[in-house]
């Protein structure tokens, strides 16, 4: 799916998306010295829900305060900002939007202290980032980057090399998906997504301390799982544990929830999605679509 617009929000203007430009010496392109989000908004045939607004413009706060960069915008102009070019490009069916703060001065010195932060929000038309009925996923050689090396809490542009290291290795191995493991050999996350291996009906996913992205779909899995009086244990899971799992799935907003059927050519379960994964991707979906009404507070109308 070509990713377009006609509208981009750009340092608080809408801008023609012919016209949000960067120069070659912005610093964000040299040094990785950006932070961003990744945001669903899901078109019911009457209004496009954004799901977890708030909680992704918080984490966006949160991260480039990780990373030491000042915001030129409070939270509140960064929400108004999505729903802004939401409504500039009346989008009636399902988006991705991709805020981003990166470095903008152009200059070579590492001290980013007092240098310029710009701010874009780009939205479009977006469907499944992976294959949505089972995908195959390869345990890669490149390590999941040790919290005490980058803090890989925060949403950091330049930390990405790891998930780009590592989606390319799978792929190149046929897989469709990474799985990374951490500094102890304990597999904590997917390229761009937070693990739960399901054991003798009981979910088990990394805790948050372990090198990982505190991810807002896998907060609302966790909630899910918890209405459907599913047990849900935060704690390290091994290699050995993911191989003999009964279900195996992938949560993030980009791959919402997408079961992994066969790991490093084992196949997980009897190789089909498990029947807990199915419920709670199917709640999932309910959800962003404001179908359950206990969750409609996660959900921002854009209309
Ligand atoms: C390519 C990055 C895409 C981005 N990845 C989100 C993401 C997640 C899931 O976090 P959340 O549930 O808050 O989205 C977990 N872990 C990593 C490394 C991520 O990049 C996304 O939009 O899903």
Redo the contacts with the bound molecule.
Sequence with gaps: MKIYAQYVWLDGRITKWEEAKVHVLTHALHYGTSI?????AYWNGENLYVF?LD??VA?MFYSAKILGIKMPYSQGEVRNAVLEVLRANSFKEDV?I?PVAYVSTPTVTLDVRSLDVSVAVVAFPFGK?LPPDGIRAAIVTWR?VHNTMLP?MA?IGG??V??VLALVEARSRGYDEALLLDANGYVV??????VFVVRRGKMYTPPVHSS?????????IITLADDLKIPVAEKPVTREEVYTADEVFL?????EVTPVVEVDGRAIGDGRPGPITTRLRELYARVVRGGVEKYLHWLTPTY
């Design positions: 961003f989000e990744g945001i669903r977890r909680d992704h984490r991705y991709r980032y999941r890989v949403k930390i990405y790891n998930s996350e997917g390229s761009g997504e937070n990982i992205l505190e991810g807002i779909t896998r907060d609302a949560v993030g907003t980009a791959a």
